[in-house]
């Protein structure tokens, strides 16, 4: 392919913070109509490139141009009207707007009149989502929306402004393979129309298959610029950690424990999400839940917890019949569950690292009536060791962590609570691929210590790396059970989605 002229060139770009550099003296030049990988650990700098091409950080030092042109990006309105948008990695939506609205805000079309022509917004928005394959209705209030389609509304409303240069900050943690493909086959028409996508990932198998070179970015500062046909997977995550001793992924599989059932989920229903579901947990087990986003998942561990009216079934937990009406009922019952939902139902962004960690498990930190911020001080740097957490200090406000950070912070959050059953809801969402591993070692030396979980994930390689038994949801139900060696991509793929010959 002859090259292609440069669009944006990014010149020695330095973002300090409170004095500390979190980049420095980067450059790197993008060409029109490309797809540029930005990948890197978490805390590399990769939001804060972004944020500072798109208007939201100003650089310390450095310059921006615009086809040659030195350009000020003072803001996300400048940003706009040169023709620059961005899918964030926090979403900003208004829970209490429409989805239409969301997709309009500060964009919106008017009638001549000057009143919103909402008939019309309707009907673009109906389309884009329809061109994501996403069924959302556009009347819905995004409150009402799961992570996965707040995270297309969040694009769609992006692409509503048909930008020329278009920012994508890990928009694939919510989805599945098939709806990642979905969004792949619209950014390659996007870039067959000359739309220039910037794309943050840490899946190495996504920057490889959709992207023309890839940026890695390390503490900051440039490593490579890389044609994608010159790299492979491990060379990517090799300049990423910048070892080369790359450790393999998953360790070695537990196979499913002997012994007796410490959760027992019989004929379960919550009306019109799923139906008569019944699933059976072992002490140390490691138990996956396959399905594509909607097939009920979430829902069902939402309603395990207490947090959704249940209208029938049972659960007993230790061979005894619990009544679970709120989450701290499941919490007596040593139940604990990560949310997938870490922005809307999980960190706080105010509070610090200790303040976050204990917040469920704050009273045993309670000496008398004041907390033992000592004690509290000692176990934030345990969970701060074990996960690498990159924070300049612990007195930091989770709202300045990177995206990878606060979801360390938010697991150690709920391994602080004791847990005896643990639901993990896509726990290693916007995880770089070196601390995954870490995260899933820790999950072995849980099922090692007896303790039970269960992974919901959109991963298949990581139902697939780590459970010893992976049932499969679609629609409600579920759809099949696979043990140890039965458990793979093509059945997953079949009992998820009705359809042979699928991976
Ligand atoms: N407003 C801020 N104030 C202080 N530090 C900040 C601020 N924004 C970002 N940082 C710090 O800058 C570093 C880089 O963060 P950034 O969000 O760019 O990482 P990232 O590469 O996007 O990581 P991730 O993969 O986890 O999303 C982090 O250590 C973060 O704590
Ligand atoms: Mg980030």
């Not at 805000?105 to 917004?121: A, F, H, T, V, Y």
């Not at 994508?168 to 599945?176: F, R, S, V, W």
């Not at 990423?240 to 229903?269: A, C, H, W, Y």
Request: glycine share 8%; hydrophobic share 40%; with cysteine.
């Amino acid at each position: 392919m002859a090259v292609r002229e440069t669009v944006l060139s990014i010149e020695h770009v330095t973002k300090e913070f409170s004095g500390v550099a979190v980049l420095s003296d980067v450059s790197v030049d993008i060409r029109r109509g490309e797809i540029m990988g930005l990948i890197g650990e978490n805390g590399a700098g990769k939001s804060t490139l972004i944020k500072i091409i798109s208007g939201i950080y100003q650089s310390s030092a450095g310059v921006l141009k615009l086809d040659g042109k030195p350009v000020s990006i003072s803001d996300y309105i400048a940003a706009k009207s040169l023709g620059i948008a961005i899918v964030p990695q926090e979403f900003n939506l208004i829970n209490t707007l429409a989805v239409f609205e969301n997709i309009f805000l500060g964009n919106e079309i008017r009638l001549g009149s000057g009143l919103l022509d909402k008939q019309k917004m309707r009907e673009l928005s109906a389309k884009q989502l329809e061109d994501l394959k996403m069924p959302v209705g556009v009347n819905q209030l995004v409150s009402s929306l799961s992570v996965a389609e707040k995270q297309m509304v969040e694009i769609s409303k992006a692409l509503m402004l048909r930008a020329r240069i278009l920012i994508m900050d890990e928009p694939t943690t919510t989805l599945t393979t098939r709806e990642t493909e979905t969004l792949f086959s619209l950014m390659g028409e996007l870039r067959s129309q000359g739309v220039t996508i910037i794309f943050v990932s840490h899946k190495l198998n996504e920057i490889k298959a959709i992207c023309d070179r890839v940026t890695v970015l390390r503490d900051g500062v440039l490593i490579s610029i890389d044609e994608i046909s010159d790299v492979n997977e491990e060379d990517i995550a090799r300049k990423m950690v910048g070892r080369k001793d790359f450790t393999k992924i998953f360790p070695p599989k537990i196979p499913r424990p002997q012994g007796t059932e410490v959760l027992e989920v019989k004929n379960l229903s919550v009306k019109e999400l799923f139906e008569d579901i019944s699933f059976s947990l072992r002490g140390g087990e490691i138990l996956g839940f396959a399905g594509l986003v909607g097939s009920g998942r979430t829902e069902l561990a939402e309603s395990v917890m207490g947090l959704r009216h249940v209208q029938g079934g049972t659960i007993a937990v230790n061979g005894k019949t619990v009544h679970i009406k709120k989450p701290a009922d499941a919490l007596r019952y040593k139940l604990a569950y990560l949310s997938e939902d870490r922005q809307g139902k999980g960190i706080v962004q105010g509070f610090n690292l200790p303040q976050n960690i204990t917040l469920i498990s704050l009273k045993e930190y309670l000496k008398g009536i004041l907390i033992d911020g000592k004690a509290e001080e000692l176990k934030t740097a345990e969970y701060v060791k074990s996960f690498r957490i990159a924070a300049a200090s612990h007195k930091m406000h989770l709202r300045y962590l990177s995206g990878g950070n606060q979801q360390k912070v938010y697991l150690s959050r709920w391994l602080d609570t004791d847990p005896q059953i643990l639901i993990l809801d896509e726990p290693t969402r916007g995880i770089d691929v070196n601390a995954k591993h870490e995260i899933y070692e820790f999950i072995h030396q849980l099922a090692e210590r007896g303790i039970s979980c269960i992974v919901i994930s959109s991963e298949l390689e990581e139902v697939i790396g780590l459970c010893s038994r992976v049932y499969v949801m679609r629609e409600g139900k579920i759809t099949g059970c696979l043990e140890a060696d039965h458990i793979n991509e093509e059945d997953i793929m079949f009992h998820a989605t009705g359809i042979k010959g699928l991976n």
